[in-house]
DNA sequence: TCAGTCACG
DNA sequence: ACGTACGTGACTGAC
């Protein structure tokens, strides 16, 4: 600790930026008796960030005393038209000062003063004094206080992200010095203080003048050697203004404050009480560190929890239980690849960790691995790869952590068994990121440490067991959880190991020739731009086109000008650069995404071995990634192509591709209980094309043109998707109004399509999540947001994620019964790839009629919903050929 | 580490 | 009036 470093803090700033960071959370922080928590629970975050950044000798907070200061006796509407503060903040007010109290810091109000002119006092006087100064606080204005010696903090977005404000940074930021910034706003004004400057002077007229002429007061000195201009006009008008302004936006930094410096001095943390208080505010995690800590800390540095453990050996004598708990340690994500740092296993009471992983294949552990007793686990497909990896077939690994959690609720959809603990108000472990670190700097710790990590996750795995089986049983998920995610997590982890052939030659021949291409692209393009630059650069290729080229500006993105595809179509006509710009991407993306990162990642056996990751997606859905397989090229061609690359294990055998056709929309028939969509599916209509008979009123199908079925097709994905008529409009490049009339056809003549998606967001408003006919829940905050578009969002994917949730399901059973079909029939045909509404298997030549009966039959018998499913089959030699 | 772009369902 | 389709992952350049 510094002797002489002074923190001063904007209460009142701060607790609200706490307040509304943890906005969504207002309901879920509520103690028992019906406080809300989540500004106090944020402003101690917030505070342990600092304290820990800055380590001060002293400290100070200051709140406002009141709604009158001298300020508004100067202008009554200063601060006027403010939205009140809500009493949800308010009532939190006087509790944020307890906490402050408890843990030595003093809380400070002035009659007729503001926080800022507290704090510019002390700042000043800790400065004559000697000390270093950090000023933290919500609000911009006190950047005027920043010197040599005081730096000021303002929250960027949420509490913990800061930007530091020195002399230097202002001047990068406004152009002019801390106190030169006064001078600023007094020109500016300030709208959210409620008070005006100079008519028509913003930021940047404002900071020219002030850089320029120095001051305010410089300004109007050299008025006359100002040309005639409507800002010279506006200044002589407002020069009233102007100079009121100032007045106000000027910090007090000579306010009679009370307190002498020495007084601020940080007490000690007064444990009995912080306990205290943290018990009424119901604050667990905080609790959780106090505990652990103690006196020393309360700065949320904390050890581990300490769990009894031994070091296990040859010699260990394993107990015998019914039930245990493992977990296996890997350094690094890709598990197919990890190097193994240890286990950890629980057994009754004892719990045992080591670092030699070959000690598992030694008789006690293999046979209890292998053998019949129930095993609690945390990511039961990593485990059974990993396992795979040793030579361990692991059996009966009955319980998933990860899984259970996952369903319950996959708001956060972390993977780290320390995170999802503290979900459950669990803080005995840490999270990963804390014991190992993140990037490249992440390493394994000092032994103890690391041991004392693994055994708490055992012990975090069985503590938390019963509460995650009792959520999913009150969500009615343990159908879900257990029949469909722990076995579908035994199919994946099969698929994983398997792998997928992939012929290296052939992606390095295509590879060669699409180089050659880019090369010839690449010269073409620098020809027509008349100088080389980057391609792949967004913000160079700009340049060329929309200042070099002055091509019309169609899309702006935040940073610059869009050049994205849609961009590039439009301006093809206008320069041939473009045209051969679009084929550079197009090829470039395949060289870089597709030929040399899958080469990449091709193991020693010729195969690659993708991670689906079961607990990620919002809906349900797998993912892929290291390498991402779901989404191979197929739309264009060149793309395409790449599958050839891809082959069965034997020479003479088959990809075999089977796909569900228009699973999402069978779905939707099946949970609106739409009668005239039911009725398309049952007779087998082509459903676009029926759609498009509905929404232009024809009579038969034949009347049906291509392009009314193109129109139907993209009604159809809309509905899927929550529609909005401006998104259909902007797809189909149509009118807005023309767009809405097809919407508008199609609730009528589908009317019960209309009453599910209302059905969709009442449920959702009132239960606060929307669920899969197989209760798969997918929780929306946001249908309560205030703003348009988040509750917008939240809207449509109330409407999307049961259909494509569903969908999921859907193939996920399908997923177990193949696998079971393929065991039973003793088939030598493996599963390889799931690609959301397809699967794709790598058969041997003579099990290739068999394949062809079963996977459709499978497939199409998953669920049995109101209306039939349909799979259709393709096979060859090679991907490319299977479709 | 983020934003832009583009590959898939 | 608001500014939009739903769900993903990988690569690149720029900070």
């Given amino acids: 600790m510094a002797d002489k470093k002074l923190l001063l803090i904007d209460g009142n700033s701060v607790a609200f930026r706490a307040f509304y960071a943890l906005y969504r959370q207002l309901d879920r922080f509520q103690n028992p008796e019906g406080l809300h928590t989540n500004a106090i629970y944020a402003f101690k975050n917030m505070l342990d960030v600092i304290l820990k950044q800055e380590k001060p ?21 200063y601060k006027g ?13 006087p509790y944020i000062k307890e906490l402050l109290a408890d843990l030595g810091i003093k809380s400070y109000e002035l009659p007729d003063y503001e926080a800022d002119d507290i704090i510019g006092t002390y700042s000043k006087k800790g400065q004559e004094a000697g000390f270093q100064v950090a000023i933290f606080s919500g609000d911009k204005d006190l950047t005027q206080l920043a010197t040599d010696k005081a730096t000021v903090y303002v929250t960027k977005s949420g509490v913990t992200d800061l930007e530091a404000y020195t002399p230097e940074h202002m001047k990068e930021v406004n152009g002019v010095t801390p106190t030169e910034f006064i001078d600023m706003k007094a020109l500016m004004g300030d709208n959210s203080d409620n008070y005006p400057g100079v008519t028509k002077v913003g930021p940047k007229t404002a900071s020219n003048l002030i850089r320029k002429y120095g001051s305010v007061e410089g300004v109007y000195e050299h008025l006359d050697d100002m040309k005639k201009s409507k800002l010279k006009e506006n200044l002589i008008n407002d020069k009233d203004k102007a100079f009121l302004a100032k007045k106000l936006a000027t910090i007090n930094c000579e306010s009679p404050v009370e307190p002498e410096i020495a007084d601020l001095k940080i007490e000690a943390t007064n444990v009995e009480k912080l306990r205290s208080f943290y018990e009424q505010m119901n604050f667990r995690r905080f609790l959780a560190e106090l505990d ?59 719990v045992y960790v080591s670092s030699d992983v ?20 945390f990511d039961l497909k990593k485990t059974l790869v990993g396992l795979h990896r040793l030579g361990i077939k692991a059996q009966h690994l009955d319980y998933d952590m990860l899984l259970a959690s996952y369903l319950v609720n996959n708001e956060n959809n972390s993977n780290d068994l320390g995170e999802i603990a503290h979900l459950y108000d669990y803080y005995q472990i840490k999270s990963d990121v804390d014991i190992y670190g993140k990037g490249k700097k992440a390493a394994i710790p000092d032994e103890e440490i690391f041991f004392n990590h693994l055994a708490n996750k055992v012990v975090a795995i069985e503590a938390l067991k019963a509460e995650l089986l009792k959520r999913l049983k009150e969500h009615e998920q343990d159908d879900l959880y257990e029949t469909i995610e722990l076995p579908v997590a035994h199919v994946l982890a099969k698929m994983e190991i398997t792998g997928l052939k992939t012929e290296a030659r052939i992606l390095t021949e295509q590879g060669a020739e699409i180089g050659t291409k880019l090369i010839k692209l690449e010269s073409d393009i620098y020809d027509l731009a008349g100088e080389k630059f980057n391609i792949n650069s967004p913000k160079q290729l700009g340049q060329i086109l929309f200042e070099k080229m002055q091509l019309p500006v169609i899309k702006k993105t935040k940073t610059g000008y869009s050049t994205s595809v849609d961009v590039l179509e439009q301006l093809k006509s206008q320069a041939p650069i473009v045209e051969k710009i679009l084929q550079y991407r197009q090829l470039a993306k395949l060289q870089s995404t597709y030929i040399k990162g899958l080469l990449d990642v091709i193991q020693p056996d010729g195969r690659v071995h993708t991670r689906y990751q079961q607990t990620l997606t919002a809906t ?13 090229p197929v739309r264009l061609d060149e793309g395409k192509k790449i599958r050839k690359a891809f082959v069965p294990t034997d020479n003479d055998g088959y990809i075999f591709s089977c796909d569900y056709s228009q699973v999402e929309l069978r779905v939707l028939a099946h949970v609106s209980g739409d009668e005239n969509m039911q009725e398309a599916f049952k007779t087998g209509y082509d459903i676009h094309a029926h759609t498009a008979m509905k929404i232009f009123h024809l009579d038969s199908p034949d009347e049906v043109t291509p392009n009314m079925r193109r129109h139907a097709k993209a009604v159809n994905f809309g509905i899927v998707y929550g529609i909005s008529d401006y998104g259909l409009s902007k797809n189909l490049g149509i009118s807005r109004k023309q767009a809405k009339e097809f919407i508008d056809n199609y609730f009528e003549q589908y009317p019960k399509i209309k009453d599910y998606m209302d059905k969709e967001i009442n449920f959702a408003r009132e239960n606060g999540y929307v669920e899969t006919i197989m209760h798969r829940r997918r929780y929306l905050p946001d249908i309560h947001a205030k703003n348009f578009n988040v509750r917008s969002f939240a809207e449509r994917t109330a409407i999307n994620s049961p259909i494509q949730g569903g969908a999921a399901d859907i193939i996920k059973i399908a997923m177990i019964n193949m696998q079971k079909k393929l065991d039973e ?9 799931q690609v959301h509404d397809e699967l794709i298997f790598d058969v041997p030549a003579d099990e290739l009629e068999t394949i062809k009966k079963i996977v459709p039959e499978v497939m199409q018998n998953a669920v049995q919903l109101d209306v039939p499913l349909i799979a259709d089959a393709n096979w060859g030699h090679d991907w490319y050929e299977a479709k």
């Fill in 57 to 77: 000798s002293h400290a100070l907070v200051a709140f406002d005393a009141g709604k009158t200061t001298f300020r508004t006796r100067m202008f009554k509407e």
């Fill in 81 to 93: 038209g403010r939205a009140k503060t809500p009493s949800e903040l308010l009532e939190q007010l």
């Fill in 292 to 350: 652990d800590s103690g006196l020393a800390s309360a700065s949320g540095e904390v050890e581990e929890k300490k769990v009894e453990y031994e070091v296990a050996t040859e010699k260990t004598q394993l107990p015998e239980e019914a039930e245990i708990s493992f977990y296996l340690g890997m350094f690094g994500e890709n598990y197919h690849t990890a190097d193994f740092t240890g286990f950890s296993l629980k057994i009754g009471e004892k």
């Fill in 358 to 377: 070959n000690l598992l294949l030694t008789k006690p552990y293999k046979e209890l691995l292998e053998g019949s007793c129930h095993k609690n686990v």
């Fill in 620 to 632: 349900g859905r797998l993912s892929s990634v290291d390498p991402n397989l779901q989404n191979i």
């Fill in 825 to 833: 029939l003793n088939l030598k045909t493996k599963m390889l790839i």
